[in-house]
């Protein structure tokens, strides 16, 4: 009988130890996720218009500026319903808003 107690506590405890873990994990990479994106620009969807950020764009912008020659590269996400010309449009707001941060900060 205690052996077959034991089991089936082990049955119980060894998956609640490991959802656990699992939980702890998943915090931890949502928290890491949301220190590494910066200075990500976000759009709504199918718009050339800023979704809503933790941080402001000019921030994202000002950062880019401060750090242009340490950037090497910029991705741009779109969903596969979003056209290429949408992400161009995009890529023109993107610039515009750099060059005038960058102008201000040549001044």
């Given amino acids: 009988m205690p052996q077959q107690t034991i089991k089936q506590l082990l049955i119980f405890i060894i998956p609640s130890i490991s959802l656990s873990a699992q ?3 998943i915090n931890r990479l949502v928290k890491s996720e949301l220190e590494m994106t910066f ?17 402001a764009v000019d921030s994202c912008f000002k950062y880019i500026a401060e750090n ?26 993107l610039k515009a808003g750099l060059k005038k941060i960058h102008s201000g900060l040549a001044n």
């Fill in 23 to 25: 939980n702890t994990e």
């Fill in 68 to 93: 242009l020659d340490d950037i090497v590269s910029y991705t741009i996400w779109r969903d596969s319903n979003e056209n290429e010309q949408l992400t161009k449009n995009r890529i023109k707001k």
């Fill in 39 to 55: 200075p990500s620009i976000y759009f709504k969807n199918n718009s050339t218009d800023y979704a809503k950020m933790p941080y």
